[in-house]
């Protein structure tokens, strides 16, 4: 499976674990089997606003495009992702946010 990503500005998390060639996203599963090679599947048959363009299956290879929300503090291989290429079954890693700045005290707040 190869999973694209399209970075969209959100505070809202992703979760999406991969079961051969059904996709858990955010709890609700979706089985991409019934796509055969050389076929795609529209965009708007997906009931769901995390994938981000057509589902095809190339070459026995499944391809799916997920919008990947980024946090304010996103690091660069979140705004400009790459594509995961063969990803295994379980649980997908996805770029990291940089660290959150430290805060420093005030000097009324140190005292």
């Known amino acids: 499976m190869k999973i694209k990503l399209s970075s969209i500005r959100s505070d809202e998390t992703l979760s999406v ?4 060639d059904t996709l858990v996203v955010n709890g609700q599963a979706f089985d991409f089997s019934p796509v055969g090679d050389g076929d795609t599947l529209p965009r708007g048959a997906i009931k769901s606003d995390w994938f981000d363009g057509d589902v095809e299956r190339i070459d026995g290879q499944l391809i799916v495009t997920l919008l990947l929300p980024i946090p304010s503090n996103y690091s660069p291989e979140q705004a ?5 290429i063969n990803v295994p079954n379980g649980p997908v890693t996805f770029p990291a946010p940089l660290p959150d ?5 005030s000097s009324e707040e140190q005292a």
């Open 17 to 20: 674990t991969v079961e051969g």
């Open 80 to 84: 400009f992702p790459a594509d995961l």
């Open 101 to 105: 700045a430290p805060t420093t005290l």
